[in-house]
């Protein structure tokens, strides 16, 4: 039997859109997927927070899009939680700025639970 204790998933709507998000916790980081439509494993960063110190963020996978809201989820989360956040967004077509707010303010709250 493969327990899910801890694993996050929520599907958010918005501008008549479908978002998968789940979020896997460690203890020290967490894997956040953001997909539209098929689950896949899409453009992926990484950042690293720790307390205090500024946050490093590498690009795994390159987006031709998005690249600001990547940036800024994966860094907003590493720096929330002191550690190593690895995020994957796979979408259909680019987002519009209130999705990616809905978007941030989903993760957060979850992250934060």
């Given amino acids: 039997m ?9 599907t958010v709507s918005v501008n008549q859109r479908e978002f998968l ?3 896997v916790p460690f203890d020290n980081g967490d894997f956040i ?3 539209e ?3 896949k494993i899409g453009t992926l960063v990484v950042s690293i927070g720790s307390a205090g110190r500024t946050t490093s963020t590498a690009t795994v996978i390159p987006s031709k899009s998005e ?6 989820v994966a860094e907003r989360v590493a720096s929330t939680i002191n550690g190593i956040c690895i995020f994957s967004l796979n979408i259909q077509k680019e987002l519009e700025l209130d999705s990616m ?4 303010n989903e993760v ?3 992250i934060q639970q």
């Fill in 2 to 10: 493969i327990s899910q204790v801890g694993y996050k998933k929520k």
């Fill in 33 to 35: 997927s953001i997909t």
């Fill in 67 to 72: 690249t600001i809201f990547l940036k800024m």
């Fill in 108 to 110: 957060m709250e979850i």
């Fill in 21 to 23: 998000v789940q979020i």
């Fill in 101 to 104: 707010k809905v978007l941030m």
């Fill in 37 to 39: 439509g098929k689950e």
